[in-house]
């Protein structure tokens, strides 16, 4: 397998705050990461593709002005909610591409952040 | 319709049993297959990649049937802590992966 950190693990602001999450693969480079958000119960929603050294690419549908999203190296990409208000509260999880051979990859998931804004 | 379509469940079994599932894709240029599993208010994990040949990983074996645009996972000898959301995955040329909504499994003594 493979190890992506993901920080802070849970995190509780107050409306109108911003709040970075931090994803860092730990043990190999990630050109690509994902971020995702999933409400209880239901499925994984991608938010938006980040590639290192370029804008993300958003989802339909996603405010890029409210998830700023940066890809700085190769290891870390961090996603900010701007303005927070309470419907953002969720789960927010990221993911890297770890490349097995030319061809072939695997995403590994981090242990995901917990947003609560009141 | 969705692009990648499971059965949500749950599937209830008791320890010992052989349970499989299934899981649609629509977008034929997929390329790339996967299963994980999703523990409640946890991050996913992988469980394994998909080839097209098959592929078995202890008592967890997985299939894809390109033609018939359908994977498969089918678990052996259940254990109580196989219980757990099963979510499949497909992605195409982008690597952009697309989820399944997850099929839940309870596996009771």
């Known amino acids: 397998g493979a190890v992506v950190s993901q920080h802070p693990s849970r995190v509780i602001c107050k409306s109108g705050t911003s709040v970075k999450i931090e994803c860092r693969s730990l043990?190999?480079?990630?050109?690509?990461m994902f971020w995702y958000r999933q409400f209880p119960k239901q499925s994984l929603m991608l938010m938006a593709t980040?590639?290192?050294?370029?804008?993300?690419?958003?989802e339909q549908g996603v405010e890029k002005d409210k998830f700023l999203i940066n890809h700085a190296s190769l290891t870390l990409s961090t996603l900010t909610v701007t303005s927070a208000h309470p419907e953002d509260s969720s789960f927010y999880i990221c993911?890297?591409?770890?490349?097995?051979?030319?061809?072939?990859?695997?995403?590994?998931f981090g242990p995901g952040t917990r947003l609560t804004v009141t | 319709r969705k692009e990648v379509e499971q059965d949500p469940g749950p599937f209830n079994v008791p320890e010992g049993a052989t349970v499989a599932f299934n899981c649609t894709y629509s977008?034929?240029?997929?390329?790339?297959f996967f299963w994980y599993r999703q523990d409640c208010r946890k991050e996913p994990k992988l469980l394994m990649s998909?080839?097209?040949s098959g592929n078995e990983d202890g008592r967890f074996t997985a299939q894809l049937n390109r033609a018939s645009q359908y994977i498969s996972l089918l678990i052996r000898d259940s254990k109580l802590s196989d219980s757990a959301t099963y979510l499949c995955?497909?992605?195409?040329?982008?690597?952009?992966?697309?989820f399944g909504r997850g099929t839940s499994l309870i596996v009771h003594p």
């Open positions: 043990d190999f480079q990630a050109t690509t």
């Open positions: 980040s590639n290192e050294g370029s804008k993300a690419t958003y």
């Open positions: 995955v497909a992605a195409g040329g982008s690597y952009i992966p697309t």
């Open positions: 977008n034929s240029a997929s390329q790339s």
């Open positions: 998909v080839y097209s």
């Open positions: 993911s890297a591409l770890k490349w097995t051979s030319g061809t072939s990859y695997e995403q590994y």
